[in-house]
């Protein structure tokens, strides 16, 4: 640390690297800490997956449009910057989801918990399963399903419990969707953690379901578990970047290497170097691999085996009168045994309130993930054919619409797929093993807002903790805990 100023520089300035400059500062700050920090994105734009575009009374969100407040992480910093008043909520009345089976839109049954049927009756009447199927789900609440041993699937572990109809047609929809994986390939451990802790000891998930329900009724809570901003997501990157402040932010500066240079290192630029005591690699893993071959080829090759798959996004607004859908909800799941091109839908009008003009509906559609890696590559004007055409069918809308906007996401979904644990520890036992190197983001222990800004928070802590010890943490680097699961309707089209 030159002169007593630690030198610190963030590679990345989507929502992981943004949140730890923050956080980097806000400590500096209190503390009265001499700080040089540096971010260093290689776009023309700060956030990431988190990117929002305003139109003429139109918001609308190309990747992630909420966050949940049960992991409270994410709250807090909106908080912290100011946001608290800016924070909404989904629309009451339209908290529910819809699933496309047999070529129509069904309510799914009220009264699950991640998928899971806490309430018998509505499950029993829906017209969503067979009634064979329904037994058989339900045969899970006197069956004891003991699987001890390692790591499994999602899909492989529900279905022992609760049958191949259930996880075809709700709960691959819903959970493996989360991550636009395939929930045959998807890590229990990484994605469920309380599910797999609770695997070897027989208990059921129906019961568990029905006292999760039972507990919340009790304590009259009929709040959203989700939030998000008046203007979009997109408040949140514009809050954190004014206050990072723009002579830190660096714009169009890729990275090419950084380098061990003692107990320093040496950030390689197209146009010079940096020398820093602290680096925090906040990249996708398969770039941060690159950036970190020379200082580690090990670590390097582990984070390079991390797979990702690629999404895409297409947006609409109509006339409200061209649409015959209700929209009473805020959106729909597909499938994969409906043959469409489209998983998932968001009636963002109906969601959200204040994301459109009085009169208009606000649609998004998903394509791709793990099952289809060809869609989101279609040409811009074949890809909004395919989905109008998908969308007219499924919500009866006639005519053009006013506009369409297509926004992808090449490689950009991490897969933690089964061992993707092991392979984490083994990546952090390799990061250890460098003090002043930090690899942070959505890749490792969990990929939703709250686990970003978490896992910021963390790395703060450890740059922290730094001070004064010539680059070697004072205190053991916090361990990364993995997040507990999602809630029912966080896939994206919910």
Known sequence: MAGGTMRVVVIGGGLSGLATAHAVIREANR???????????????????????????????????????????????????????????????????????????????????????????????????????????????????????????????????????????????????????DAYRLSLRSTFPDWFKERNRGASLLRSARAEQKDKRSKRSSSSPFRSLASGMGELIDALGSSIGSGVIRLHAPVKAVQRDGRAYRVLLADGELGADQVVVALPSRLAATVLAPCDGELSHELGSIEYVSSATVCFAYQRAQVAHPL????????????????????????????????FALLRAFVGGAHDEATPALEDAELVALVRAELEAL??????????????????????????????????????????LHVIGNAYDGVGIPDCVRLAEQTAAQIRSMRGSGGRSSTPPPRSTPPPPPPIDARPGA
């Open 31 to 181: 503390e009265g800490r001499a700080l040089r920090l540096t971010l260093l994105e290689a776009s023309g734009r700060l956030g990431g997956n988190i990117c929002t575009e305003r139109s003429d009374g139109f918001v609308i969100e190309a990747g992630p449009d909420a966050f949940v407040v049960t992991r409270p992480q994410a709250l807090h910093l909106c908080e912290e910057l100011g946001l608290g008043p800016r924070l909404i909520e989904t629309i009451p009345d339209h908290r529910r989801v819809y699933v496309l089976r047999r070529g129509k839109l069904s309510l799914m049954p009220e009264g699950l918990v991640l998928g899971i049927p806490s309430r018998i009756r509505p499950f029993l009447r829906s017209p969503l399963l067979s009634l064979s199927g329904k037994l058989r789900a339900l045969r899970e609440v006197v069956e004891r399903t003991v699987d001890a041993g390692g790591d499994i699937s999602i899909g492989e572990f529900l279905e022992r419990r609760f049958g191949r109809e259930m996880v075809d047609v709700i709960l691959e929809p819903l959970l493996g969707g989360i991550y636009a994986g």
């Open 328 to 359: 009473d909800a805020s959106g729909f799941l597909v499938p994969r045994s409906e043959g469409r091109r489209i998983t998932a839908g968001t009636f963002i009008s109906s969601k959200w309130p204040g994301r459109a003009p009085a009169g």
């Open 395 to 436: 919500l009866g809308i006639q005519g053009a619409p006013r506009f369409a906007k297509v926004f992808r996401y090449p490689k950009a979904s991490p897969q933690p797929l089964v061992g993707h644990a092991d392979r984490v520890t083994h990546i952090r036992a390799r990061v250890e093993s460098m003090p002043g």
